[in-house]
């Protein structure tokens, strides 16, 4: 695996996930965390789980998986071939899909706020919301038509190691969704009533079709020319199709448990859908840049290491991998937990998100930056298994996680009444029980992946974040003392500072306890400065 690589899709997924978070603050100003807002989030965790299952989940990782062993084992032209067969496939299967979702959103809709009547404070059934719901569900469902595709493009240039475009489509979805979705949510509603999101949803498919048509100059750079083939009854299709079916529910389980988070949610009270949403937001930045960062450029490595068995390549690859989501991800984890109020206060608090919805984002957020580490490392494992032909065990383990979500979320939520934190603590916990036996099994199945080097490096890296962590800590102390009374322009700069110099610290630290992916990433930085 090459670091410079994985430096590159970091830094364009960045810009991605920067993208999105201002797509956040932009809802947050405008709805904030109100019953209408709620709706709209709800609506769409329905394409976006489906996306995950169907497009940046199942059939990316079963497709590039496949699509590089042929490409190693078979060549180019037989290659593209399968190419062209899951390409038709997929559209007609995703169009499919799409009508079906349009058709029958009513009872979606039904099924995500039957919880509801439940919880810590009951939301009343309001038959307004429902309809908007219902509304922007059909209109975002042909979104996971172009995702799909999306992913499928995305898996081939990946294969031919080609990452930046591909992990900078995401940033083409961000601008599409917010500014598409701006100007006709102003044209349908100038005073940003319910009626504007509807335009919002619009702005999701007009995303959707930005980040599909962005890399096609790349895939005609590489050699495709698409054509139609409804030959399905090929080894390849198989094999992908086969590799999905297990991966439908494993390599997704987190976004199904958020899935469920949200219909809990919706039973919790006003906002907590959408303070759950918010708070997510900032725990994907990490995940994203890092966590999927590494994750795209090893799953093909990989792969290619498992064409004949698990070959000796394997190991070190994927080692390397966990360890450098370490490094990078846990100075996220601490900075998210330790700056929770400022990071909300300075991105979102404006407008109609006011002190009530920071204290209620920033209480989620923590809760969510518990499992961080385990949600990034899981990015890594998973797909592993995939390229080994274990796809099966994913596959129980998510199930178990599943409904250790399930008894949490009722526990804290019915039984203990407690608030929409019990919710993304539960998110948390299940990341965690899930990778620690998804790594224990791959250790049954590849041998040692440099179990004990991981946890010395996790022992000096957590040295070097409990000095970072006080950085953080004092921040809080004498800068974010009084955030209501402290100008935007004032918090921002000493936020700025503040990570600037917990960063460094944390940088400093390890590297003089000689963590080599310090000592890696620092040359790296110094290099590109003195070009």
Known sequence: M????????????????????????????????????????????????????????????AFVTTFSKKLKSEGEQSAWALAHKMMTLAAVFMSGV??????????????????????????VYNPAEIALTVTMVRVMYPFILLVSLAALVMGMLNAKN??????????????????????????????????????????????????????????????????????????????????MGPAVIAASVVQINVVVNAMFAYGVGEGAVS???????????????????????????????????????????????????????????LGLVLLAEPIVSVLYERGAFDVTDRLQTAGALRAYGYGLLFYAWLKVLQPAFYAIDKRWLPMIVSFFALALNLGFNYFFVFIMKWGHESLALTTSIVASVNFIILFLAMRKFAGDLGTGELLI???????????????????????FADLAATRFLIKAIYLGLTIGVASAVYFVAAKLLQVSEAREALGMITRKLRR
Do not use: H
Not at 21 to 38: N, P
Not at 308 to 329: H, M, N, Y
Not at 457 to 479: D, E, H, S, T
């Open 98 to 123: 799409t009508l079906l979702g349009i058709l029958v959103a009513p009872w979606i809709v039904d099924l995500l706020t039957s919880l509801s009547r439940g919880g810590s404070s009951p939301r």
């Open 162 to 243: 080609v990452f930046g475009m591909p992990a900078l489509s995401s940033c083409f979805f961000n601008l599409g969704s917010m500014i598409g979705g701006a100007a006709l949510g102003y044209w349908m509603d100038p005073a940003w009533g319910p009626q504007s999101l509807i335009g919002f949803s619009i702005g999701v498919v007009i995303g959707g079709l930005a980040q599909l048509a962005c890399q096609f100059p790349a895939l005609k750079a590489v050699g495709y020319r698409f054509a139609a083939d409804f030959n399905w009854k090929d080894s390849g299709v198989r094999q992908i199709l086969k590799l």
């Open 275 to 333: 303070w759950l949403s918010y708070a997510f937001r900032l725990m994907q930045l990490p995940i994203g840049v890092f966590g999927v960062a590494v994750a795209t450029v090893t799953l093909p490595t990989l792969s290619r290491a498992a064409v004949s068995g698990i070959g000796e390549d394997f190991r070190p690859t994927l080692a390397k991998g966990l360890r450098l989501v370490a490094f990078l991800v846990l100075p996220s984890t």
């Open 457 to 479: 490096l996790l022992g000096k890296l957590l040295f070097a974040g409990a000095v970072m962590g006080g950085v953080c800590l004092l921040a809080n102390r004498f800068l």
């Open 2 to 61: 090459s670091a410079k690589a994985t430096w590159k899709v970091s830094a364009a997924v960045m810009a991605s996930r920067v993208l999105g978070l201002a797509r956040e603050m932009v809802f947050a100003g405008l709805f904030g965390g109100s019953k209408w807002m709620d709706c709209f989030y709800l609506a769409f965790k329905v394409p976006n789980l489906l996306r995950d299952l169907f497009a940046e989940g199942a059939l990316s990782q």
